[in-house]
Nanobody, 122 residues
Framework: QVQLVETGGGSVQAGGSLRLSCTASRNTAGYYYMGWFRQAPGKLREGVARIDIDGTTNFADSVKGRFAISKNTTKDTLYLEMNSLKPADTARYYC????????????????WGQGTQVTVSS
């Protein structure tokens, strides 16, 4: 089992930046695909960014060019760097670990973190 703990959420003004961190309870490198999802009130949870075991990254169209995903395998930590934030980015952000396939959809996720709130004001 893997426990995931997210930190780094908060409130910022439009145009600002935040960095989310997700620390895993055990080594995930080489075993789990990792990703970030978000869920706004009244909306479905959606994929934001993912990083595959080989380091390949993929982003939702809505965040391309503004968000970056990375991982520090030594610290078992996943990051989401968010720049040029918009009010539309307001949501609860969840870290996810996926077994044997990329975190392309919620159905691929084996473990979820508890989430961290990001609020962007205009």
């Amino acid at each position: 089992q893997v426990q995931l703990v997210e930190t780094g959420g908060g409130s910022v003004q439009a145009g600002g930046s935040l960095r989310l961190s997700c620390t895993a309870s055990r080594n995930t490198a080489g075993y789990y695909y990792m990703g970030w999802f978000r869920q706004a009130p009244g909306k479905l949870r959606e994929g934001v960014a993912r990083i595959d075991i080989d380091g390949t990254t993929n982003f939702a169209d809505s965040v391309k060019g503004r968000f970056a995903i990375s991982k520090n395998t030594t610290k078992d930590t996943l990051y989401l760097e968010m720049n040029s934030l918009k009010p539309a980015d307001t949501a609860r952000y969840y870290c996810a670990a996926c077994w044997s396939r990329p975190c392309e959809a919620t159905s691929a996720v084996m473990y979820w973190g508890q989430g961290t709130q990001v609020t962007v004001s205009s």
